[in-house]
Nanobody
């Protein structure tokens, strides 16, 4: 069974940091583009960051650029999101996703091959 499982979420104070992980199992995702999305209460899901299969192309939403870093370890089948300088507007459920069509498809965020179940990130004092 193919699964994407996120971890690393939690409660953090404004200005703090968290590192999210997304472990892929059931198949290798080394040829897939992958990404992070988030959904805050009452809002639509939004794109956060994406990375291509070889990790030499990265894209970020303007709202997280300079604060978040996406990376992947193909040998470990794991995707990461390092989040720094967090603020309350970053509070959301964070999801990872993967798609064989490539970076453009992940950035669009619709009809992706695989999604994780999400991990909650809460930024509050």
């Amino acid at each position: 069974q193919v699964q994407l499982v996120e971890s690393g979420g939690g409660l953090v104070q404004p200005g703090g940091s968290l590192r999210l992980s997304c472990l892929a199992s059931g198949r290798t995702f080394s040829s897939y583009a992958m990404g992070w999305f988030r959904q805050a209460p009452g809002k639509e899901r939004e794109f956060v960051a994406a990375i291509n299969w070889s990790a030499d192309a990265l894209y970020y939403a303007d709202s997280v650029k300079g604060r978040f870093t996406i990376s992947r370890d193909r040998a470990k089948n794991t995707l990461y999101l390092q989040m720094n300088s967090l603020n309350p507007e970053d509070t959301a459920v964070y999801y990872c996703a993967a798609d064989q069509r490539g970076l453009g498809a992940v950035r669009r965020g619709s009809g992706l091959d695989y999604w994780g179940q999400g991990t909650q990130v809460t930024v509050s004092s």
